[in-house]
Each structure stands twice: as C-alpha cells, then as structure tokens.
C-alpha cells in the first residue's frame, strides 16, 4: 500500500522534508493524498512572504490577471497558502513569459543619475532613492505605476580640501537603504536617516566617523579620509587605508560593535563576502606590499579566514595563500566558494571550494577569461559564471561543468534574484544588454546598452536607469 497506508499526520510529517517538485507530484497522484497534503503548514515554507504580501494588494497591471476561483472546484478547495503558492508562480510566469507593462518617464534634473547594480536602492517596493551626481540631493521617485518624483532628501556633502592647492574635489557619494535606513557613506563619514514613508520624513539618526568609539555630534572637528566600506547585513565594515583594523558598526542601532583586528601580522584587511552577516570572509594580504614594488600576484601572500559575528572569533580557511588576489567569497550550507585573480592583465582566474567540516579544499578550477567576477551566484547547488563567450553552470561542489550557453562577446555579467531562478543579466560589447533564463536558455527581454538594472523586494519590478531617464517594466 506504500504511503498511503501511512497515518495523515506522518504523511504531513513527511511532506515537511519534501522539495516543492516531489511535494506537487504526490498531490498529484490520488484525491487523498492531495486531501492530506492541502494543509498550510505544508505549503507556507515553499513560497516568499513578503512577494506575496505585496503582490496580493498591488493593482494587477499585468493581463491575464491571477484568479483562483474554489467555487469550480470538484474537490477540496485548496487551502490558503497553497493558493499563495499559485499566486507567486503567476508572477514567475509573468516574467518567463515576457509579459510586462512598461512605464517611463525622463526627468527634468540638472545631473545624471550614475548607479551600480549591486545595492538596494528600492524602499518598500514603489520607492526609488535616486542620486544626483554632484548634488547634495537624493530623490524619491514613487514607481508603483508611471514613475513621478515624489519628494526628496538632503544630507551634507563633504568636499575634500587640497592642501596648498587652490581647488576641492567632491567625495564620491556611496548610499544604500538597510532595512528602514537610509546609509549615506563619503569615505569614513557615515549619516544615517530613517525611512518613514509614505510621511515623507527622513530624519537624521546617526552620524558617524567610523574609527571613533561612538557616534558624533557633527562632523565639523573630523576629517576625512580615504575608507574601505562594505555593508553586510545590518552591519558596516570600514578599513582606514594601509591598516589592518576594520571598524564594525551596527546601522540599526549606531552603536560600534569592535575595533576588529587582523587575525595575523598583515598589511590590507579586506571583506571579501557580502552574502552572510554572521559569517564574514576576510582576506589580509600577509607580504609586504610597499616591498614590492609594482604589483606582482604572482608574489602575493594572502591569509583567508572567517569571522562569526556572534562568537567574536577568527576560523582558519587558507593559512597562506600565495601566487594570486582573493576578490570574493560566498557560502553555501557548509561550503565556502573563494574566487582569486591570477593574472590581471588577462583576468585569469582560480576559484576554490573548502568544505568547513573537514577543512579542506575539495574543488578547484581555473578560467582565463571570467567576466562579473562578483555578480556570480550559487542557486540551489548550481555555480553561475560568466566568461567572455559563454555562461557556465558548475556544480558547486566540484566545480564541474553542469551546462554551458553559447553567449558573444560577454563584458559584464550580473545575476537578477527572481524567486529561485536563474536570470541572469548580460552586457556585450556588440548588443544590448539581455535578460537570459539559463535554463530555458533564452532571452527574456533586452535593454539599452548603459542602463543600470535594479528589482524591487517583491520581485514585481524591474527598474532601469539610463541617464535622466526611468524605466519600469511592471511583471504584476
């Protein structure tokens, strides 16, 4: 009789380890296991609750619209979170169907709009926090249909004072929105805003300059200096230039979390992972580099190691690595997958999987030419990498090549974290930028070359920046 001879509250414990796959197949197979199965205890785990919050009160602008009607049902109605379940697979499809309703506008501001993909710039799903090269000013385009600036925020911009010389430089102004703040960081000068929208009111939390104890009044008595900043989780991460201390600050609450040194005698402490807040990847450069001369990677000597937040404490990855640049770090369950430059000149590349429960390296692998080294990605068990004439799909674990798409031409590569897919978004020196679904190995939408790319946390909208202009393809 197999499984359903099984009491229902086995079988609904046993759901609870299935993938989302074998958990619609054996609804599939008879009406009492799909009876047994319509619980949502089953169901809620299988699907992202805050897409599907936004998502069930947004106005639907894309057609056919979702509908779930239970009154047409011959069986048990579904229940509810599997119905939500639905509810987010109809945006997927949207999206892997090309179906989108597009809305621009071309603003009237005195600047260009100058972004990176690689930050959350999105409040709230409708909020866009957008920049003015050269300005003082941050704008708030509300984008939950034909995109209109909505209202605007001022912080203080610093300008650099050159000694003995007759002219000031602009410090180049970096911000991102870290859960209900707004971190605007110029070098070691940190503001910190709350986000009260739609009040329209941000209000100056904390300033900080990162390697003192506390936050300070005003920034009139502190200098600037040049500053390494990562954002990593609700934590920031500042190295002064040249000294191996890296100053841990807590965004939500402006508290100063530790001075935090080096593991070992080295020169240059870098963040290396952006991925896990509890676990950071740190890479100190060990040689000497004013030794040196030109720089060699060749001759480069690096200490790799982690760093648990909580514990406070170092763990050994690489005691000393040599002959190349460790650039990036991500996890993945046990696994930590470190990506090092070789070669510069020819951005050779080696990437090296170590396993933290035997402490060892168990994969590793070298490409000549890897472009958007730092946008790459594990889905699921799947390495996603870019090279210059193709995109590779490695098994995480070995390094092994799973599939490859045929792609020209390839000078940036960055990953679009639609639900559990694997979009991927690709720049050519050629052609537009194209938005592929690796595994249906097709192209879902193309857009102007230069444009910055950027999705909201609903996965609903897909922003593009290009110049003076906005660009918003709504999937919902």
């Known amino acids: 009789l197999g499984l359903i001879s099984l009491p229902e509250e086995v079988i609904a414990y046993i759901a609870q380890f299935l993938s989302l796959k074998d958990l619609l197949a054996c609804s599939g197979t008879c009406s009492y296991l799909r009876s047994v199965l ?34 047409y049902e011959t069986l048990e109605p579904l229940c509810a979170e599997r119905v939500n379940l639905l509810r987010q697979n109809h945006l997927l499809s949207n999206w892997r169907e090309g179906r989108c309703v597009s809305n621009s506008v071309h603003t009237q501001v005195n600047g260009l709009f100058l972004e990176n993909n690689d930050r959350q710039i999105i409040y709230g799903n409708v909020y866009l926090f957008l920049h003015v090269l050269n300005t003082n000013e941050i704008s708030i385009w509300d984008i939950e249909e034909t995109p209109y600036l909505y209202t605007s925020l001022v912080f203080s911009l610093y300008e650099y004072n050159m000694e003995d010389e007759d002219w000031t430089d602009i410090i180049r102004v970096y911000y ?57 989780g609700h934590l920031l991460f500042s190295r002064l230039c040249y000294l191996p201390v890296v100053h841990v600050w807590d965004i939500r ?104 429960r035997t402490s060892s390296t168990v994969a590793q692998a070298t490409f000549p030419d890897l472009v958007g080294l730092y946008k790459s990605r594990v889905i699921e068990d799947r ?29 940036d590569m960055d990953y679009l974290p639609v639900l559990k897919s694997t979009f991927i978004i690709t720049s050519s020196a050629k052609s537009e930028i194209e938005v592929w679904d690796i ?9 102007p070359l230069q444009s910055f790319v950027f999705l909201n946390e609903s996965c609903s909208k897909l922003v593009m920046i290009t110049g003076q202009s906005i660009v918003v393809k709504n999937f919902w």
């Open 253 to 356: 609450t402006g508290d100063k979390r530790k001075a935090l040194r080096a593991p070992t005698v080295g020169w240059d402490l870098y963040v290396i992972s952006l991925d896990d807040a509890a676990d950071v990847i740190f890479s100190l450069r060990t040689d000497d580099p004013f030794a040196m001369g030109p720089e060699d990677y060749t001759k480069i000597t690096n200490h790799i190691s982690s760093y648990n937040v909580a514990k406070d404490e170092y763990t050994t990855i690489f005691p000393s690595l040599t002959g190349c640049k460790p650039v990036h770090a991500m996890h993945h369950c046990d696994f930590i997958v470190l990506f090092c430059i070789d070669d510069m000149f020819i951005f050779k590349c080696s990437i090296y999987v170590f396993d933290r």
């Open 383 to 411: 390495l996603v990498l870019a090279t210059q004439s193709s995109v590779e799909i490695l098994n995480v674990k070995t390094l092994e090549v799973v599939t490859s798409l045929k792609i020209d031409d390839v000078i």
């Open 38 to 71: 319509n619980d949502n205890l089953i169901w809620k785990r299988h699907y992202r609750r805050s897409i599907v919050d936004y998502v069930s009160m947004a106005n639907p602008l894309v057609k056919p619209e979702f509908e779930y009607h239970p009154e």
């Open 176 to 232: 991102q929105i870290v859960e209900d703040k707004l971190v605007v960081i110029q070098g070691n000068l940190v503001q910190i805003f709350g986000i009260y929208l739609p009040d329209k009111a941000f209000p100056l939390e904390y300033l900080i300059s990162v390697d003192r104890d506390r936050v300070v009044s005003d920034f009139a008595e502190t200098l600037y200096t040049d500053c390494y900043n990562w954002i990593v």
């Open 439 to 447: 595994d249906k190995s097709q192209v879902l939408l193309k857009l």
